[in-house]
Protein backbone atom coordinates (compact mmCIF):
# COMPACT_ATOMS: atom_id res chain seq x y z
CA UNK A 1 0.00 0.00 0.00
CA UNK A 2 3.09 2.68 0.87
CA UNK A 3 4.82 1.60 -2.21
CA UNK A 4 1.60 1.95 -3.96
CA UNK A 5 0.71 5.34 -2.88
CA UNK A 6 4.48 6.39 -3.36
CA UNK A 7 4.69 5.31 -6.78
CA UNK A 8 1.49 7.37 -7.33
CA UNK A 9 3.42 10.58 -5.88
CA UNK A 10 6.08 10.23 -7.93
CA UNK A 11 4.15 9.53 -11.01
CA UNK A 12 2.17 13.27 -9.82
CA UNK A 13 5.57 14.91 -8.89
CA UNK A 14 7.31 14.27 -13.21
CA UNK A 15 9.14 11.25 -12.42
CA UNK A 16 9.02 9.27 -16.19
CA UNK A 17 5.81 7.19 -16.44
CA UNK A 18 7.55 4.27 -17.96
CA UNK A 19 9.95 4.07 -14.75
CA UNK A 20 6.85 4.51 -12.51
CA UNK A 21 5.05 1.47 -14.49
CA UNK A 22 8.10 -0.56 -14.23
CA UNK A 23 8.68 -0.54 -10.84
CA UNK A 24 5.14 -1.83 -9.96
CA UNK A 25 5.35 -4.24 -12.33
CA UNK A 26 9.11 -5.27 -10.40
CA UNK A 27 7.56 -5.03 -7.02
CA UNK A 28 4.49 -6.90 -7.67
CA UNK A 29 6.15 -9.45 -9.60
CA UNK A 30 8.52 -9.62 -6.28
CA UNK A 31 5.72 -9.80 -3.41
CA UNK A 32 4.08 -12.96 -5.62
CA UNK A 33 7.67 -14.26 -5.69
CA UNK A 34 7.74 -14.92 -8.96
CA UNK A 35 11.07 -14.39 -10.55
CA UNK A 36 11.67 -10.67 -12.14
CA UNK A 37 12.83 -11.81 -15.04
CA UNK A 38 9.74 -12.17 -16.01
CA UNK A 39 9.63 -8.60 -16.94
CA UNK A 40 12.08 -8.97 -19.45
CA UNK A 41 9.59 -11.93 -21.28
CA UNK A 42 6.83 -9.57 -21.36
CA UNK A 43 8.27 -6.76 -22.42
CA UNK A 44 9.78 -8.90 -25.29
CA UNK A 45 6.07 -8.95 -26.42
CA UNK A 46 6.88 -5.74 -28.65
CA UNK A 47 8.82 -7.77 -31.01
CA UNK A 48 5.56 -10.43 -31.17
CA UNK A 49 2.99 -7.96 -32.52
CA UNK A 50 3.14 -7.60 -35.68
CA UNK A 51 1.09 -4.70 -36.03
CA UNK A 52 3.09 -2.66 -33.66
CA UNK A 53 5.31 -1.94 -36.76
CA UNK A 54 2.97 0.27 -38.07
CA UNK A 55 3.87 2.73 -35.15
CA UNK A 56 7.47 3.90 -35.76
CA UNK A 57 6.28 4.16 -39.48
CA UNK A 58 2.99 6.25 -39.32
CA UNK A 59 4.58 8.28 -36.95
CA UNK A 60 7.78 9.08 -38.86
CA UNK A 61 5.89 9.78 -42.05
CA UNK A 62 3.73 11.88 -40.16
CA UNK A 63 6.67 13.97 -38.81
CA UNK A 64 7.85 14.24 -42.26
CA UNK A 65 4.66 15.65 -43.12
CA UNK A 66 4.57 18.07 -40.87
CA UNK A 67 8.31 19.21 -41.71
CA UNK A 68 7.74 20.12 -45.52
CA UNK A 69 5.39 22.28 -46.97
CA UNK A 70 2.35 19.70 -46.92
CA UNK A 71 0.47 21.83 -44.37
CA UNK A 72 0.67 25.03 -46.63
CA UNK A 73 -0.69 22.71 -49.66
CA UNK A 74 -3.47 21.35 -47.23
CA UNK A 75 -4.90 24.20 -46.57
CA UNK A 76 -4.13 26.05 -49.89
CA UNK A 77 -6.43 22.90 -51.47
CA UNK A 78 -9.22 23.02 -48.84
CA UNK A 79 -9.51 26.87 -48.78
CA UNK A 80 -9.72 27.05 -52.33
CA UNK A 81 -11.86 24.46 -52.46
CA UNK A 82 -14.04 24.98 -49.26
CA UNK A 83 -13.23 28.82 -49.01
CA UNK A 84 -16.42 30.12 -51.06
CA UNK A 85 -18.86 28.71 -49.06
CA UNK A 86 -20.87 30.42 -46.04
CA UNK A 87 -18.73 29.57 -42.67
CA UNK A 88 -15.97 28.51 -45.61
CA UNK A 89 -12.73 29.46 -43.51
CA UNK A 90 -14.23 27.47 -40.54
CA UNK A 91 -15.02 24.57 -42.58
CA UNK A 92 -11.15 24.51 -44.04
CA UNK A 93 -9.55 24.85 -40.46
CA UNK A 94 -11.59 21.96 -39.04
CA UNK A 95 -10.93 19.49 -41.62
CA UNK A 96 -7.35 20.77 -42.72
CA UNK A 97 -7.28 19.69 -38.92
CA UNK A 98 -8.61 16.66 -38.78
CA UNK A 99 -7.06 15.24 -41.74
CA UNK A 100 -3.67 16.21 -40.47
CA UNK A 101 -4.01 14.88 -36.52
CA UNK A 102 -5.32 11.84 -38.10
CA UNK A 103 -2.12 11.18 -39.48
CA UNK A 104 0.44 12.99 -36.94
CA UNK A 105 -1.38 12.10 -33.72
CA UNK A 106 -2.59 14.11 -31.51
CA UNK A 107 0.81 15.22 -29.93
CA UNK A 108 0.38 18.92 -30.46
CA UNK A 109 2.18 18.77 -33.71
CA UNK A 110 -1.44 20.06 -35.29
CA UNK A 111 -1.23 23.32 -33.20
CA UNK A 112 2.34 23.98 -34.32
CA UNK A 113 2.40 22.79 -37.95
CA UNK A 114 -1.05 24.27 -38.80
CA UNK A 115 -2.46 26.93 -36.31
CA UNK A 116 0.18 28.98 -37.64
CA UNK A 117 -1.00 29.59 -41.11
CA UNK A 118 -4.73 29.13 -39.77
CA UNK A 119 -5.31 31.68 -37.37
CA UNK A 120 -3.92 34.29 -39.59
CA UNK A 121 -6.37 32.93 -42.13
CA UNK A 122 -9.49 32.65 -40.08
CA UNK A 123 -8.35 36.75 -38.57
CA UNK A 124 -8.60 37.87 -42.06
CA UNK A 125 -11.56 36.22 -43.30
CA UNK A 126 -13.42 38.69 -40.32
CA UNK A 127 -13.92 35.59 -37.35
CA UNK A 128 -13.77 37.33 -34.31
CA UNK A 129 -10.22 36.56 -32.34
CA UNK A 130 -11.81 34.92 -29.63
CA UNK A 131 -13.64 32.39 -32.33
CA UNK A 132 -10.43 31.74 -34.17
CA UNK A 133 -7.78 31.13 -31.30
CA UNK A 134 -11.05 28.32 -29.81
CA UNK A 135 -10.68 26.91 -33.27
CA UNK A 136 -7.34 26.22 -33.68
CA UNK A 137 -6.73 25.16 -29.94
CA UNK A 138 -9.83 22.70 -30.29
CA UNK A 139 -8.75 21.33 -33.83
CA UNK A 140 -5.44 20.21 -32.22
CA UNK A 141 -6.81 17.10 -31.41
CA UNK A 142 -9.47 17.13 -33.63
CA UNK A 143 -9.27 14.13 -36.33
CA UNK A 144 -8.37 11.37 -33.17
CA UNK A 145 -11.01 9.08 -34.52
CA UNK A 146 -9.92 8.92 -37.93
CA UNK A 147 -7.72 6.08 -39.30
CA UNK A 148 -4.81 6.09 -39.29
CA UNK A 149 -4.62 7.50 -35.93
CA UNK A 150 -1.96 6.06 -33.30
CA UNK A 151 -4.38 5.82 -30.34
CA UNK A 152 -6.84 4.01 -32.42
CA UNK A 153 -3.85 1.24 -33.00
CA UNK A 154 -2.37 1.56 -29.63
CA UNK A 155 -6.51 0.78 -28.18
CA UNK A 156 -6.44 -2.18 -30.11
CA UNK A 157 -3.34 -3.90 -29.24
CA UNK A 158 -3.63 -3.02 -25.61
CA UNK A 159 -7.32 -4.54 -25.23
CA UNK A 160 -5.79 -7.57 -27.52
CA UNK A 161 -3.27 -8.58 -25.16
CA UNK A 162 -6.29 -8.40 -22.36
CA UNK A 163 -8.10 -10.98 -24.32
CA UNK A 164 -11.20 -10.60 -23.25
CA UNK A 165 -14.69 -9.14 -24.92
CA UNK A 166 -13.91 -11.33 -28.14
CA UNK A 167 -10.95 -9.73 -30.85
CA UNK A 168 -10.83 -6.75 -31.51
CA UNK A 169 -8.71 -5.58 -33.99
CA UNK A 170 -7.20 -2.37 -35.13
CA UNK A 171 -9.64 -2.38 -38.41
CA UNK A 172 -12.55 -2.21 -36.58
CA UNK A 173 -11.35 0.39 -34.28
CA UNK A 174 -10.91 2.37 -37.67
CA UNK A 175 -14.41 1.32 -38.67
CA UNK A 176 -15.80 2.84 -35.48
CA UNK A 177 -14.08 6.11 -35.26
CA UNK A 178 -15.50 7.00 -38.40
CA UNK A 179 -18.94 8.42 -37.95
CA UNK A 180 -18.46 9.79 -33.80
CA UNK A 181 -15.63 11.34 -35.00
CA UNK A 182 -17.98 13.21 -38.22
CA UNK A 183 -20.14 13.89 -35.40
CA UNK A 184 -17.33 16.14 -33.97
CA UNK A 185 -16.58 17.55 -37.25
CA UNK A 186 -19.95 18.06 -37.95
CA UNK A 187 -20.87 20.40 -34.77
CA UNK A 188 -18.22 22.38 -34.95
CA UNK A 189 -18.94 22.95 -38.38
CA UNK A 190 -22.88 24.36 -37.59
CA UNK A 191 -21.00 26.55 -35.06
CA UNK A 192 -18.45 27.82 -37.64
CA UNK A 193 -21.38 28.75 -39.98
CA UNK A 194 -22.73 30.14 -36.97
CA UNK A 195 -20.47 32.43 -35.91
CA UNK A 196 -19.43 33.41 -39.48
CA UNK A 197 -22.88 33.69 -40.51
CA UNK A 198 -22.50 38.10 -41.11
CA UNK A 199 -18.93 37.45 -43.02
CA UNK A 200 -19.09 38.15 -46.67
CA UNK A 201 -18.71 35.34 -49.31
CA UNK A 202 -15.45 34.66 -51.25
CA UNK A 203 -16.57 33.75 -54.88
CA UNK A 204 -14.98 30.37 -55.94
CA UNK A 205 -12.23 30.27 -58.15
CA UNK A 206 -11.70 27.82 -60.87
CA UNK A 207 -8.36 28.91 -61.80
CA UNK A 208 -7.38 28.91 -57.88
CA UNK A 209 -8.91 25.93 -57.36
CA UNK A 210 -7.38 23.79 -60.14
CA UNK A 211 -3.59 25.39 -58.97
CA UNK A 212 -3.87 24.08 -55.51
CA UNK A 213 -5.08 20.52 -57.05
CA UNK A 214 -2.19 20.84 -59.13
CA UNK A 215 0.11 21.68 -56.22
CA UNK A 216 -1.15 19.03 -54.05
CA UNK A 217 -1.54 16.50 -56.30
CA UNK A 218 0.95 14.15 -54.87
CA UNK A 219 -0.05 14.27 -51.81
CA UNK A 220 -4.39 14.08 -52.50
CA UNK A 221 -4.18 9.81 -53.76
CA UNK A 222 -2.31 9.57 -49.52
CA UNK A 223 -5.33 9.34 -47.97
CA UNK A 224 -7.33 7.46 -50.91
CA UNK A 225 -4.68 4.84 -51.04
CA UNK A 226 -4.05 4.59 -47.55
CA UNK A 227 -8.05 4.25 -46.34
CA UNK A 228 -9.21 2.84 -49.26
CA UNK A 229 -6.37 0.19 -49.29
CA UNK A 230 -7.43 -0.38 -45.41
CA UNK A 231 -10.77 -0.65 -45.08
CA UNK A 232 -11.28 -2.73 -48.74
CA UNK A 233 -9.09 -5.42 -46.87
CA UNK A 234 -6.15 -5.11 -49.33
CA UNK A 235 -3.53 -3.71 -46.88
CA UNK A 236 -2.79 -4.93 -43.35
CA UNK A 237 -2.63 -2.12 -40.86
CA UNK A 238 1.51 -2.59 -41.06
CA UNK A 239 1.58 -2.57 -44.90
CA UNK A 240 -0.45 0.18 -45.06
CA UNK A 241 2.14 2.23 -42.94
CA UNK A 242 4.57 0.96 -44.57
CA UNK A 243 3.03 2.44 -47.99
CA UNK A 244 2.31 5.71 -46.24
CA UNK A 245 6.13 5.88 -44.93
CA UNK A 246 7.71 4.71 -48.66
CA UNK A 247 5.03 7.02 -50.58
CA UNK A 248 5.52 10.58 -48.39
CA UNK A 249 9.48 9.57 -48.10
CA UNK A 250 9.59 9.77 -52.36
CA UNK A 251 7.10 13.09 -52.24
CA UNK A 252 8.61 14.77 -49.80
CA UNK A 253 12.17 14.21 -50.72
CA UNK A 254 12.00 13.35 -54.57
CA UNK A 255 9.36 15.30 -56.09
CA UNK A 256 8.60 18.15 -53.49
CA UNK A 257 11.81 18.59 -52.38
CA UNK A 258 10.96 20.15 -49.22
CA UNK A 259 13.32 18.06 -46.75
CA UNK A 260 17.39 17.36 -48.11
CA UNK A 261 18.33 14.08 -47.36
CA UNK A 262 20.64 15.46 -44.81
CA UNK A 263 17.56 16.57 -42.85
CA UNK A 264 16.16 13.12 -42.24
CA UNK A 265 18.66 11.45 -39.40
CA UNK A 266 17.47 14.68 -37.70
CA UNK A 267 13.59 14.13 -38.13
CA UNK A 268 13.98 10.60 -37.80
CA UNK A 269 15.88 11.15 -34.60
CA UNK A 270 13.18 13.37 -33.38
CA UNK A 271 10.27 10.52 -34.55
CA UNK A 272 11.66 7.42 -32.80
CA UNK A 273 12.09 9.58 -29.60
CA UNK A 274 8.52 9.68 -29.30
CA UNK A 275 8.03 6.09 -30.74
CA UNK A 276 10.82 5.31 -28.16
CA UNK A 277 8.58 6.60 -25.39
CA UNK A 278 5.57 5.26 -26.39
CA UNK A 279 6.38 1.57 -26.91
CA UNK A 280 8.53 1.33 -22.97
CA UNK A 281 5.58 2.76 -21.63
CA UNK A 282 3.65 -0.16 -23.26
CA UNK A 283 6.09 -3.05 -23.09
CA UNK A 284 6.48 -2.82 -19.41
CA UNK A 285 2.67 -2.25 -19.16
CA UNK A 286 2.92 -5.14 -20.48
CA UNK A 287 4.07 -6.69 -17.57
CA UNK A 288 2.82 -4.97 -15.15
CA UNK A 289 -0.74 -5.48 -17.19
CA UNK A 290 0.56 -9.22 -16.19
CA UNK A 291 0.56 -8.97 -12.76
CA UNK A 292 -3.33 -7.06 -12.51
CA UNK A 293 -4.84 -9.56 -14.31
CA UNK A 294 -3.11 -12.27 -12.39
CA UNK A 295 -4.16 -11.07 -9.17
CA UNK A 296 -7.57 -10.19 -10.46
CA UNK A 297 -7.52 -6.41 -9.94
CA UNK A 298 -9.98 -5.62 -11.92
CA UNK A 299 -12.66 -8.29 -10.55
CA UNK A 300 -12.08 -6.76 -7.37
CA UNK A 301 -13.02 -3.22 -8.85
CA UNK A 302 -15.97 -4.41 -10.40
CA UNK A 303 -16.74 -6.10 -7.62
CA UNK A 304 -16.55 -2.91 -5.26
CA UNK A 305 -18.06 -0.71 -8.29
CA UNK A 306 -21.04 -3.06 -8.46
CA UNK A 307 -21.88 -2.50 -4.45
CA UNK A 308 -22.84 0.97 -5.54
CA UNK A 309 -22.89 1.36 -9.44
CA UNK A 310 -25.96 -0.70 -10.38
CA UNK A 311 -26.78 -0.12 -13.85
CA UNK A 312 -24.50 0.98 -16.91
CA UNK A 313 -25.92 3.98 -17.77
CA UNK A 314 -24.41 5.52 -14.22
CA UNK A 315 -21.59 3.86 -14.70
CA UNK A 316 -20.84 5.10 -17.92
CA UNK A 317 -21.35 8.91 -16.27
CA UNK A 318 -19.16 8.36 -14.01
CA UNK A 319 -16.63 7.01 -16.70
CA UNK A 320 -16.54 10.36 -18.38
CA UNK A 321 -16.29 12.19 -15.48
CA UNK A 322 -13.50 10.06 -14.53
CA UNK A 323 -11.76 10.24 -18.25
CA UNK A 324 -12.44 13.91 -18.09
CA UNK A 325 -10.01 14.52 -15.20
CA UNK A 326 -7.76 11.49 -16.19
CA UNK A 327 -7.45 13.46 -20.01
CA UNK A 328 -6.36 16.38 -18.52
CA UNK A 329 -3.59 14.73 -16.47
CA UNK A 330 -2.07 12.42 -18.39
CA UNK A 331 -1.13 12.08 -22.05
CA UNK A 332 -3.12 9.78 -24.50
CA UNK A 333 -1.00 7.34 -24.85
CA UNK A 334 -0.11 6.60 -21.03
CA UNK A 335 -3.59 6.66 -20.26
CA UNK A 336 -4.21 3.96 -22.42
CA UNK A 337 -1.68 1.74 -20.90
CA UNK A 338 -2.62 2.27 -17.67
CA UNK A 339 -6.54 2.65 -17.51
CA UNK A 340 -7.85 0.17 -20.51
CA UNK A 341 -6.60 -2.88 -18.58
CA UNK A 342 -8.24 -1.77 -15.56
CA UNK A 343 -11.45 0.09 -16.74
CA UNK A 344 -12.15 -2.63 -20.17
CA UNK A 345 -12.56 -6.06 -17.90
CA UNK A 346 -14.94 -3.79 -16.03
CA UNK A 347 -16.71 -1.87 -18.49
CA UNK A 348 -17.60 -5.52 -20.33
CA UNK A 349 -18.84 -6.74 -16.94
CA UNK A 350 -21.38 -3.78 -17.42
CA UNK A 351 -22.53 -5.09 -20.73
CA UNK A 352 -20.25 -2.48 -22.94
CA UNK A 353 -18.85 -3.31 -25.90
CA UNK A 354 -15.26 -2.92 -26.39
CA UNK A 355 -14.88 -1.07 -29.15
CA UNK A 356 -17.56 1.58 -27.70
CA UNK A 357 -15.57 1.66 -25.11
CA UNK A 358 -12.31 2.73 -27.42
CA UNK A 359 -13.98 5.49 -28.89
CA UNK A 360 -15.64 6.51 -25.41
CA UNK A 361 -12.36 6.52 -24.06
CA UNK A 362 -10.49 8.47 -27.08
CA UNK A 363 -13.24 10.86 -27.44
CA UNK A 364 -12.94 11.78 -23.64
CA UNK A 365 -9.74 12.33 -24.30
CA UNK A 366 -9.82 14.40 -26.97
CA UNK A 367 -11.87 16.63 -25.17
CA UNK A 368 -8.93 16.52 -22.15
CA UNK A 369 -6.03 17.84 -24.46
CA UNK A 370 -8.06 21.24 -23.86
CA UNK A 371 -9.97 21.20 -20.73
CA UNK A 372 -9.42 23.86 -18.68
CA UNK A 373 -7.45 24.58 -16.51
CA UNK A 374 -4.71 21.98 -17.13
CA UNK A 375 -5.14 20.49 -20.60
CA UNK A 376 -1.61 20.51 -22.70
CA UNK A 377 -2.80 21.82 -25.68
CA UNK A 378 -4.46 25.22 -24.12
CA UNK A 379 -0.36 25.99 -22.99
CA UNK A 380 1.23 24.35 -26.54
CA UNK A 381 -1.52 27.38 -28.18
CA UNK A 382 -1.06 30.08 -25.54
CA UNK A 383 2.67 29.78 -26.23
CA UNK A 384 2.24 29.38 -29.94
CA UNK A 385 0.06 32.49 -30.36
CA UNK A 386 1.71 34.11 -27.67
CA UNK A 387 -1.38 35.10 -25.76
CA UNK A 388 -2.23 34.85 -21.85
CA UNK A 389 -3.30 31.23 -20.58
CA UNK A 390 -6.72 33.20 -19.43
CA UNK A 391 -7.16 34.44 -23.21
CA UNK A 392 -7.38 30.95 -24.74
CA UNK A 393 -9.43 29.42 -21.16
CA UNK A 394 -12.03 31.74 -22.51
CA UNK A 395 -11.72 31.28 -26.51
CA UNK A 396 -11.94 27.54 -25.77
CA UNK A 397 -14.65 27.27 -23.58
CA UNK A 398 -17.64 26.98 -26.06
CA UNK A 399 -15.69 25.08 -28.59
CA UNK A 400 -15.00 22.58 -24.91
CA UNK A 401 -19.09 22.49 -24.32
CA UNK A 402 -20.17 21.64 -27.84
CA UNK A 403 -17.22 18.50 -28.07
CA UNK A 404 -18.43 17.80 -24.51
CA UNK A 405 -22.10 17.15 -25.79
CA UNK A 406 -21.02 15.38 -28.64
CA UNK A 407 -19.11 13.35 -26.12
CA UNK A 408 -22.15 12.83 -23.97
CA UNK A 409 -24.22 11.84 -27.31
CA UNK A 410 -21.02 9.43 -28.41
CA UNK A 411 -21.20 7.29 -25.15
CA UNK A 412 -24.63 7.33 -24.60
CA UNK A 413 -25.69 5.87 -28.32
CA UNK A 414 -23.32 3.13 -29.22
CA UNK A 415 -24.33 2.22 -32.24
CA UNK A 416 -23.23 5.29 -33.62
CA UNK A 417 -19.48 3.37 -32.90
CA UNK A 418 -20.57 0.54 -33.83
CA UNK A 419 -23.39 0.75 -36.75
CA UNK A 420 -20.42 0.33 -39.51
CA UNK A 421 -19.10 -2.65 -37.66
CA UNK A 422 -20.73 -6.21 -38.32
CA UNK A 423 -21.04 -7.12 -34.94
CA UNK A 424 -24.74 -6.59 -33.24
CA UNK B 1 39.31 18.08 -19.99
CA UNK B 2 35.38 19.39 -20.16
CA UNK B 3 36.35 20.07 -24.33
CA UNK B 4 37.16 16.08 -24.72
CA UNK B 5 34.14 15.16 -22.68
CA UNK B 6 31.94 17.70 -24.86
CA UNK B 7 33.24 16.17 -28.09
CA UNK B 8 32.92 12.29 -27.14
CA UNK B 9 29.50 13.14 -26.04
CA UNK B 10 28.65 14.50 -29.67
CA UNK B 11 30.26 11.69 -31.35
CA UNK B 12 28.32 9.28 -28.98
CA UNK B 13 24.91 11.09 -30.05
CA UNK B 14 25.90 11.28 -33.99
CA UNK B 15 26.50 7.34 -33.68
CA UNK B 16 22.91 6.83 -32.20
CA UNK B 17 21.41 9.05 -34.71
CA UNK B 18 22.92 7.08 -37.10
CA UNK B 19 21.78 4.01 -36.08
CA UNK B 20 17.93 5.19 -35.41
CA UNK B 21 18.18 6.41 -39.13
CA UNK B 22 20.07 2.85 -40.24
CA UNK B 23 17.11 0.66 -38.28
CA UNK B 24 14.26 3.00 -39.07
CA UNK B 25 15.63 3.29 -42.90
CA UNK B 26 16.01 -0.40 -43.14
CA UNK B 27 12.76 -0.81 -41.98
CA UNK B 28 11.07 1.03 -43.99
CA UNK B 29 13.12 -0.56 -47.27
CA UNK B 30 12.20 -3.93 -46.20
CA UNK B 31 8.45 -3.34 -45.11
CA UNK B 32 8.43 -1.48 -48.23
CA UNK B 33 9.70 -4.47 -50.76
CA UNK B 34 7.78 -6.78 -48.76
CA UNK B 35 4.42 -5.54 -49.97
CA UNK B 36 6.61 -5.08 -53.82
CA UNK B 37 7.22 -8.51 -53.91
CA UNK B 38 3.80 -10.35 -52.78
CA UNK B 39 1.91 -7.92 -55.41
CA UNK B 40 4.05 -8.60 -58.07
CA UNK B 41 5.78 -11.44 -58.10
CA UNK B 42 3.31 -13.37 -54.83
CA UNK B 43 6.63 -14.26 -53.13
CA UNK B 44 8.21 -12.66 -50.16
CA UNK B 45 10.88 -12.91 -48.35
CA UNK B 46 10.03 -15.41 -44.81
CA UNK B 47 13.27 -13.94 -42.92
CA UNK B 48 11.30 -10.60 -43.42
CA UNK B 49 8.67 -10.21 -41.28
CA UNK B 50 10.08 -11.44 -37.90
CA UNK B 51 13.22 -9.21 -38.71
CA UNK B 52 10.86 -6.52 -38.95
CA UNK B 53 9.34 -7.28 -35.54
CA UNK B 54 12.95 -7.16 -33.70
CA UNK B 55 14.00 -4.24 -35.09
CA UNK B 56 10.72 -2.22 -33.63
CA UNK B 57 12.11 -3.63 -30.30
CA UNK B 58 15.54 -2.35 -31.07
CA UNK B 59 13.38 0.86 -32.42
CA UNK B 60 11.75 1.20 -29.43
CA UNK B 61 14.72 1.54 -26.99
CA UNK B 62 16.86 3.08 -28.85
CA UNK B 63 14.31 5.66 -28.91
CA UNK B 64 14.38 5.17 -25.13
CA UNK B 65 17.93 5.96 -24.90
CA UNK B 66 17.38 9.48 -26.62
CA UNK B 67 14.56 10.57 -24.97
CA UNK B 68 16.14 10.09 -21.58
CA UNK B 69 19.18 11.75 -23.29
CA UNK B 70 16.94 14.89 -23.80
CA UNK B 71 15.27 14.48 -20.22
CA UNK B 72 12.05 13.88 -22.39
CA UNK B 73 10.22 10.56 -21.16
CA UNK B 74 6.76 11.01 -21.08
CA UNK B 75 5.41 12.13 -17.79
CA UNK B 76 2.57 13.77 -15.76
CA UNK B 77 4.08 17.48 -15.45
CA UNK B 78 1.48 18.65 -13.43
CA UNK B 79 2.89 19.54 -9.86
CA UNK B 80 5.98 20.18 -10.79
CA UNK B 81 5.37 23.21 -12.45
CA UNK B 82 3.70 24.47 -8.93
CA UNK B 83 6.86 23.62 -6.68
CA UNK B 84 8.90 26.27 -6.05
CA UNK B 85 12.60 26.38 -7.72
CA UNK B 86 14.40 24.57 -5.18
CA UNK B 87 12.61 21.75 -4.10
CA UNK B 88 12.27 20.86 -7.92
CA UNK B 89 15.58 20.37 -8.42
CA UNK B 90 15.87 17.72 -5.63
CA UNK B 91 12.71 16.50 -7.48
CA UNK B 92 14.40 15.93 -10.26
CA UNK B 93 17.12 14.45 -8.58
CA UNK B 94 14.68 11.83 -6.99
CA UNK B 95 13.19 11.10 -10.22
CA UNK B 96 16.61 10.57 -12.02
CA UNK B 97 17.92 8.28 -9.08
CA UNK B 98 14.64 6.61 -8.86
CA UNK B 99 14.10 5.95 -12.44
CA UNK B 100 17.97 5.03 -12.49
CA UNK B 101 17.39 1.92 -9.95
CA UNK B 102 14.31 0.57 -12.07
CA UNK B 103 15.95 0.81 -14.97
CA UNK B 104 19.35 -1.06 -13.06
CA UNK B 105 16.98 -3.72 -12.06
CA UNK B 106 15.35 -4.26 -15.56
CA UNK B 107 18.59 -4.29 -17.20
CA UNK B 108 20.10 -6.91 -14.70
CA UNK B 109 17.16 -9.41 -14.70
CA UNK B 110 17.10 -8.92 -18.81
CA UNK B 111 20.37 -9.89 -18.52
CA UNK B 112 19.38 -13.09 -16.86
CA UNK B 113 16.27 -13.32 -19.25
CA UNK B 114 19.02 -13.42 -22.55
CA UNK B 115 21.49 -15.68 -20.83
CA UNK B 116 19.06 -18.20 -19.93
CA UNK B 117 17.84 -18.06 -23.43
CA UNK B 118 21.50 -18.23 -24.78
CA UNK B 119 22.33 -21.57 -22.66
CA UNK B 120 19.02 -23.04 -23.86
CA UNK B 121 19.97 -22.48 -27.30
CA UNK B 122 16.29 -20.91 -28.18
CA UNK B 123 16.33 -19.65 -32.15
CA UNK B 124 14.28 -17.29 -33.68
CA UNK B 125 13.93 -17.92 -37.04
CA UNK B 126 15.90 -19.98 -39.84
CA UNK B 127 18.73 -20.89 -37.12
CA UNK B 128 18.83 -17.21 -35.73
CA UNK B 129 19.36 -17.34 -31.88
CA UNK B 130 16.66 -15.99 -30.02
CA UNK B 131 19.48 -13.78 -27.72
CA UNK B 132 20.87 -11.98 -30.72
CA UNK B 133 17.44 -10.38 -30.99
CA UNK B 134 16.48 -9.77 -27.05
CA UNK B 135 19.89 -8.79 -26.18
CA UNK B 136 19.04 -5.57 -27.06
CA UNK B 137 16.55 -4.74 -24.11
CA UNK B 138 19.71 -5.21 -21.14
CA UNK B 139 22.19 -2.51 -23.48
CA UNK B 140 19.32 -0.92 -23.98
CA UNK B 141 18.30 -0.45 -19.96
CA UNK B 142 21.97 -0.39 -18.63
CA UNK B 143 22.39 2.78 -20.85
CA UNK B 144 19.29 4.28 -19.53
CA UNK B 145 20.59 3.50 -16.28
CA UNK B 146 24.06 5.07 -16.96
CA UNK B 147 22.50 7.91 -18.38
CA UNK B 148 20.02 8.31 -15.98
CA UNK B 149 23.05 8.44 -13.23
CA UNK B 150 24.96 11.01 -15.40
CA UNK B 151 21.88 13.58 -15.56
CA UNK B 152 22.42 14.18 -11.86
CA UNK B 153 25.40 16.30 -12.12
CA UNK B 154 24.17 17.49 -15.66
CA UNK B 155 20.90 19.01 -13.83
CA UNK B 156 22.37 20.16 -11.00
CA UNK B 157 24.76 22.45 -13.14
CA UNK B 158 22.09 23.25 -15.64
CA UNK B 159 20.46 24.90 -12.19
CA UNK B 160 23.72 26.60 -11.08
CA UNK B 161 24.07 28.13 -13.89
CA UNK B 162 20.85 28.84 -15.03
Same mark, same amino acid.
Given at each position: ?74 ? !? ?316 ? !? ?30 | ? /? ?16 ? /?? /? ?125 ? /? ?13
Amino acid at each position: MIVTIGLILLALSGAPLFAVIGAGALWGFYQSEIDLSVVAIEFFRLAETPVLLAIPLFTFAGYLLSEGRAPSRLV !RLTQSLLGWMPGGMAFVALIACALFTAFTGASGVTIVALGALLYPALKQAGYKKNFSLGLVTTSGSLGLLFAPALPLILYAVVAQQLGIGGSITVDEMFLAGILPGLLMLFVLMIWGLYSGRHLKLIPFSVTEASAAIKDAAWELPLPVILLGGIYSGYFAISEAAAVTAVYVLFVELAIHKDISFQQLPRIMHEAMLLVGGILVILGLSLASTNYMIDTDVPGLLFNWLHERVHDPLTFLILLNIFLLILGTMLDIFSALVLMVPLLLPVAVEYGIDPVHLGIIFLANMQIGYFTPPVGMNLFIASYRFDKPIAEIY !RATLPWFLLLFGAVLIITYWPSLSLALLNRN | M /INLIQTSRQIIHRFEELI /IA /ILLGGMILLAGSQIFLRNLFDSGLIWADPSLRIMVLWVALLGAIAATRENRHIRIDLLSQLLPQRSQSVMTVVHDLFSALVCGLIAWHSTRFVYFEWQDGTQLFSNLPAWVGEIIIPIGFTIMTIRF /ILNIPLHLLERKTA
